[in-house]
């Protein structure tokens, strides 16, 4: 190609800076530089789009095989599981509904969870996000609070939806978002508040037009909106959630309704049939509204479900049994220094035998055998050890040395 004073029509370089020039039409000319670039771009913006599956012909994942899948790595909660993936695979034939010409439209089923802080309400989400071929967000309520007040506004949700499906609006509108934490965003009495309440009930307000649908201007970084900020148009019509929450102290609630006695000897002889040891399970949408969840935003979480407590046997299988268990993920960080980790059956016992006298659930677990494994995970990389065996006398003296009673629960 003949040499010119021309410069590129993208980056304005002459021809003396560049290898060549590819030429089009009205004189316009690229450099090879911009070509390998804009070559990148479609490349990059096709596999973004290919990423985002054809339901039609994508093979779904059935109820049961979702739930088996969430049975390698969550010990028990059955009941939970099995309204978590029919939600999920109603979400995709949803999804698969919206090219029908059909008067028939599927309106999508949000769900609440409750259950006692460490039963694996976050544990679960996180697990079904792996198998999901949609595009799936984790957030906190705690830290939203009503637009104009310190924290996080309500469409700051969506913006970790479009991180998580790389900005790509149409990928994020047929997601699925947790937000954990719900019931810290209840207000403070069973009344309407007379004042603001920016972090209950006025965030709870806010998200009624997200759990509804409705197309949301979400600012693509996050934070505070401004003027000059450009936004994204969301709809969330598309768009499932899922809600957890611990709700600390919403049995008493339930005993109220139910009109039982928590605490005392006598009870009504028609009440004997109630398992006073796990109220969860009779939780119903009146109960949440007693709680402090306002009615609009309970109609808008149709599905209801419960996570059991953690006894003993399920503390003891959780330990071991799950892909990703305590257990193997210490035995595999030693392996990666060549140690060949191992416990005896008895430590494995008093682990669990801490954890339910602290009542932090499958948390404690964790907690409790990083406190015993601290002094060999500082020193043995160090040592030219092969192997290393955990006993009870070391794991009780690391126990007692490091005063854990401090994380006893009244």
Same mark, same amino acid.
């Given at each position: ?149 310190? +924290? !996080?506004?309500?469409?700051?949700? *969506?913006?970790? @939806? /479009?991180?998580? #499906?790389?900005?790509? %609006? ?29 972090? +209950? !009930?006025?965030?709870?307000?806010? *998200?009624?037009? @997200? /759990?509804?649908? #409705?197309?949301?201007? %979400? ?29 600390? +102290? ?161």
């Amino acid at each position: 190609m003949a040499k010119s004073n021309k410069n590129c029509s993208f980056c304005g370089r002459p021809e003396s800076q560049v290898g060549f020039f590819i030429m089009g039409l009205d004189g316009v000319h690229i450099c090879n530089e911009c070509a390998i670039q804009a070559s990148e771009i479609v490349k990059e913006n096709t596999t973004r789009m290919s990423n985002l599956p054809n339901l039609k012909n994508m093979k779904l994942p059935k109820p049961i095989e979702i739930k088996q899948y969430l049975d390698e790595f969550v010990i028990g909660q059955d009941e939970a599981k099995k309204f978590l993936s029919v939600a999920v695979y109603n979400h995709y034939k949803r999804l698969m509904q919206e090219d029908t010409k059909d008067d028939v439209e599927i309106e999508k089923s949000n769900i609440i969870m409750v259950g006692y802080t460490g039963t694996g309400k976050t544990l679960l989400a996180r697990t079904i996000a792996k198998k999901l071929h949609v595009p799936f967000a984790i957030v906190d309520a705690t830290v939203l609070t009503e637009a104009g007040y310190v +924290g !996080e506004d309500i469409e700051s949700i *969506l913006t970790r @939806l /479009l991180q998580v #499906a790389d900005y790509d %609006v149409k990928a994020a509108e047929r997601g699925i978002i947790f937000i954990d934490e719900i019931d810290k965003i209840a207000r403070k009495s069973d009344n309407p508040s007379i004042t603001r309440d920016v972090s +209950g !009930e006025g965030v709870q307000q806010g *998200l009624l037009k @997200l /759990l509804e649908g #409705a197309i949301v201007n %979400v600012p693509p970084q996050g934070g505070r909106k401004h003027p000059d900020q450009k936004m994204i148009a969301v709809n969330t019509q598309n768009i499932l959630f899922v809600c957890g929450g611990a709700f600390d +102290g919403i049995e008493k609630k339930i005993a109220s309704r139910l009109n039982t006695r928590v605490v005392g000897y006598t009870a009504d002889k028609e009440n004997e049939s109630v398992d006073k040891h796990n109220l969860l399970q009779y939780i119903a949408p009146q109960d949440l509204k007693s709680f402090g969840l306002i009615p609009e935003i309970i109609g808008r979480l149709p599905i209801l479900t419960y996570l059991e407590p953690l006894d003993r046997v399920a503390l003891r299988r959780i330990l071991t049994e799950p892909k990703n268990s305590i257990i193997k993920q210490y035995t595999k960080l030693f392996k990666m220094d060549e140690i060949d980790l191992t416990f005896d059956e008895e430590v494995l016992e008093y682990i669990v035998d801490k954890a339910t006298e602290f009542k932090l659930g499958a948390r404690g677990l964790r907690s409790i055998t990083e406190t015993i494994m601290m002094d060999e995970m500082f020193e043995m990389p160090s040592k030219k050890l092969n192997n290393l065996t955990i006993s009870l006398l070391y794991a009780q003296s690391k126990i007692e040395k490091a005063n854990i009673n401090r994380l006893k629960t009244a």
